[in-house]
T-cell receptor, first 109, second 113 residues
């Protein structure tokens, strides 16, 4: 079966750095996505990785290792507004998105 | 990019009734996706709606329970039929444009009592 694992919940301090890990086992791979979802809202796109390495976009970076089936989302200079769930998703061989359950990130002052 | 207008944003329905959720996209898209998300859970794909053909349903979802219409390239509806409390969830429509990312409607929070 297809599976995406990410921690259920993480806590971090405002101004700090946090890394959210994601491991995946899918039938084929056509890219990995990170989405942010605030409570009661729809997911919004953060990043996309299809090749190994680090993609940086402002305070957010995403890393991919296809050989290890592993990705992480790195959030720097945390702000209170970063409190949200972060969803990892992979496109499989049929280009269908397979979603992780999401990591709820709690930011404390 | 794509902007999706989804309605209603929320509803409270009696068991045994049906609710139709609408999604309007500001551009023409080939495929639209309907998801269900239960509290604290992942997004679960219900079906893929293609214009001009019958929707493709995922395992565990059937057309009689979740009929879908796709009359044109900018609009789709999902009906939740003969509702029970187990259908209480957030329902989301989504599209993927020429780029790789998915765009979502605002979601419909359904409570069945």
């Amino acid at each position: 079966g297809q599976n995406i694992d990410q921690p259920t919940e993480m806590t971090a301090t405002e101004g700090a750095i946090v890394q959210i890990n994601c491991t995946y086992q899918t039938s084929g791979f056509n890219g990995l996505f990170w989405y942010q979802q605030h409570a009661g809202e729809a997911p919004t796109f953060l990043s996309y990785n299809v090749l190994d390495g680090l993609e940086e976009k402002g305070r957010f970076s995403s890393f991919l290792s296809r050989s290890k089936g592993y990705s992480y989302l790195l959030l720097k200079e945390l702000q209170m507004k970063d409190s949200a769930s972060y969803l990892c998703a992979v496109k499989d061989s049929n280009y269908q998105l397979i979603w992780g359950a999401g990591t709820k990130l709690i930011i404390k002052p | 990019s794509a902007v999706i207008s989804q309605k209603p944003s929320r509803d409270i329905c009696q068991r045994g009734t049906s609710l139709t959720i609408q999604c309007q996209v500001d551009s023409q898209v080939t495929m639209m996706f309907w998801y269900r998300q239960q509290p604290g859970q992942s997004l679960t794909l219900i079906a893929t709606a293609n214009q001009g053909s019958e929707a493709t349903y995922e395992s565990g979802f059937v057309i009689d329970k979740f009929p879908i219409s796709r009359p044109n390239l900018t609009f789709s509806t999902l009906t939740v039929s003969n509702m029970s409390p187990e259908d209480s969830s957030i329902y989301l429509c989504s599209v993927e444009t020429g780029t790789t990312e998915a765009f979502f409607g605002q979601g419909t929070r359904l409570t069945v009592v």
